[in-house]
C-alpha cells in the first residue's frame, strides 16, 4: 500500500487565490510533514503536525490533521507567484522500533500564474 | 539559520565507478538520513543512522550502498558500483533527536548522473 498520496496532482490559480491540496494515509503515524519543492531543487520543510495534533497554522499556511479518516490538508492562502512548487506530504509513519523514516507521496504541483 | 549542506551539487559518473556523496548535517543533530528521487518519482528513504550505527534501511539500500560517519561533522553515502538506475538526486536530512515532533531537515541534493 501507498502512503501519503496527495491530492489533486496538479494546481493552477491566479496570484491571491488561495490553494488547497490534500495528503491520504494508510497507517498510523507518529507526525505528518509537509514539504516545498522548487523545480529540481532541495526539500524545504513548511510545517510539521503531530498525530495528537488538528490543527496548525505557519504565515499564509494552514495545515488540518484528520487521523480518524488518515488525511490532511495544507493551504496556502493569498498566493503569490513564488508559491509556485511542488509539494509533498511525508508521513513518519508510528513503528516500535524507529523513528523518522519519512514516506513521501507523490506531490501536487501547484503554478501560481500573476 | 544553521542548513543540512552536501557536495558535490552535480556529480557525473561512469557505470561501475564508486561515487561518494557528503553531507554536512546539523551541528546538534543526531539522526541522519539519506533519501533519493528518481527524476519524476517519489522521494524514497534509504537508510537512517544514529550513534554511529545504521537505525533503518530500505530494500534500495543493498550491499553497494554504504554511510559512514568519518568525523564529527560529515556523513557519507558510497555506493560501490554504481548502475545506470542509481541516477537520481539524492538527499540528506537530518534531525536533532528521535521523537514525534521532531523536524528532518534536507539538504540541497546531490544530483547523481551515472552513464
Known amino acids: 500500500s501507498q502512503q501519503g498520496e496527495e491530492d489533486p496532482q496538479a494546481l493552477s490559480i491566479q496570484e491571491g487565490e488561495n490553494a488547497t491540496m490534500n495528503c491520504s494515509y494508510k497507517?498510523?503515524?507518529?507526525?505528518l510533514q509537509w514539504y516545498r519543492q522548487n523545480s529540481g531543487r532541495g526539500l524545504v520543510h513548511l510545517i510539521l503536525?503531530?498525530?495528537?495534533?488538528r490543527e496548525k497554522h505557519s504565515g499564509r499556511l494552514r495545515v488540518t490533521l484528520d487521523t480518524s479518516k488518515k488525511s490532511s490538508s495544507l493551504l496556502i492562502t493569498a498566493s503569490r507567484a513564488a508559491d509556485t512548487a511542488s509539494y509533498f506530504c511525508?508521513?513518519?509513519?508510528?513503528?516500535?522500533?524507529?523513528?523518522?523514516?519519512?514516506?513521501f507521496g507523490a506531490g501536487t504541483q501547484v503554478v501560481v500564474t500573476p | 539559520e544553521p542548513e543540512v549542506t552536501q557536495t558535490p551539487s552535480h556529480q557525473v559518473t561512469q557505470m561501475g565507478q564508486e561515487v561518494i556523496l557528503r553531507c554536512v548535517p546539523i551541528?546538534?543533530?543526531?539522526?541522519f538520513y539519506w533519501y533519493r528521487q528518481i527524476l519524476g518519482q517519489k522521494v524514497e528513504f534509504l537508510v537512517s543512522?544514529?550513534?554511529?550505527?545504521?537505525?533503518?534501511k530500505s530494500e534500495i539500500f543493498d550491499d553497494q550502498f554504504s554511510v559512514e560517519r568519518p568525523d564529527g561533522s560529515n556523513f557519507t553515502l558510497k555506493i560501490r558500483s554504481t548502475k545506470l538506475e542509481d541516477s537520481a538526486m539524492y538527499f540528506c536530512a537530518s534531525n536533532r533527536a528521535g521523537g514525534p515532533q521532531e523536524t528532518q531537515y534536507f539538504g540541497p541534493g546531490t544530483r547523481l548522473l551515472v552513464l
Open positions: 511525508a508521513t513518519d509513519v508510528l513503528t516500535t522500533d524507529s523513528w523518522g523514516k519519512l514516506q
Open positions: 503536525i503531530r498525530s495528537n495534533e
Open positions: 543512522f544514529y550513534n554511529n550505527e545504521i537505525s533503518e
Open positions: 497507517t498510523s503515524i507518529n507526525n
Open positions: 551541528s546538534n543533530h543526531l539522526y
